[in-house]
């Protein structure tokens, strides 16, 4: 059974640092992964999407690396701003197309 | 263009009424899935919908819980006998077929979600 963890649980860093979030999964076999960001009472937003075949991708500020064989994901958020305060949500996608989550890292970000 | 959609956002219920929560997705995306998120707890999956196969029920709680969905649109998620426990936000996503030969699964979009609130 497809398992994901991140670490850590919450995160507090003053404005401007450069951070990293994990993501690990114990089952290899996984046709892409996700991280999305979620904020206090609204739904999932997309911020990137890995193919198992694919080693990174970028968006703006953010950088997700993807290590299949080693079941690893990290996630980097350059010069960190208080707007990117919220819970960040990594996610593998199985032989469904069903997603497995897990239990999400708390940033915030003080200015 | 329009996004998944949900209704309604919110919803007080009593213990051991029936609630209903609706799912409209994106226009085009054949799957179709519903997640639950408790207080303090990740997204579990819920059930999956892909044209007309049948549907994957494997993360479905109990059996107080089914969902319909009529072809490849609207999507109902029916909680019967509603329990305290089953207090959550009830998010609803959808794709293009996840499965297509050559590829694999597509982005998952999410509506906002339905908060139910169970009294």
């Known amino acids: 059974k497809q398992e994901v963890t991140q670490i850590p649980a919450a995160l507090s860093v003053p404005e401007g640092e450069n951070l990293v979030l994990n993501c690990s999964f114990t089952?290899?076999?996984?046709?892409?992964l996700q991280w999305f960001r979620q904020d206090p009472g609204k739904g999932l937003t997309s911020l990137l999407l890995?193919?198992?075949?694919?080693r990174e991708q970028t968006s703006g500020r953010l950088n997700a690396s993807l290590d299949k064989s080693s079941g690893r994901s990290t996630l980097y958020i350059a010069a960190s701003q208080p707007g990117d305060s919220a819970t960040y949500l990594c996610?593998?996608?199985?032989?469904?197309?069903?997603?497995?989550f897990g239990q999400g890292t708390t940033l915030q970000v003080k200015p | 263009g329009a996004g998944v959609s949900q209704s309604p956002s919110n919803k007080v219920t009593e213990k051991g009424k029936d609630v209903e929560l609706r799912c409209d997705p994106i226009?085009?995306?054949?799957?179709l899935y519903w997640y639950r998120q408790r207080l303090g707890q990740g997204l579990e999956f819920l059930i999956y919908?892909?044209?007309?196969?049948?549907?994957?029920k494997s993360g479905l709680p109990s059996d107080r819980f089914s969902a319909e969905r009529t072809g490849e649109s609207v999507s109902t998620l029916t909680i019967q006998r509603t329990q305290q426990e089953d207090s959550a936000v009830y998010l609803c996503?959808?794709?293009?077929?996840?499965?297509?030969f050559g590829g694999g699964p597509y982005e998952q979009y999410f509506g906002p979600g339905t908060r139910l609130t169970v009294t």
């Open positions: 996503a959808s794709s293009l077929n996840p499965l297509r």
């Open positions: 919908f892909q044209g007309n196969s049948a549907p994957d």
């Open positions: 890995i193919q198992s075949s694919q």
């Open positions: 996610a593998v996608t199985g032989n469904t197309g069903k997603l497995i």
């Open positions: 089952d290899s076999a996984i046709y892409n």
């Open positions: 226009s085009g995306h054949t799957a």
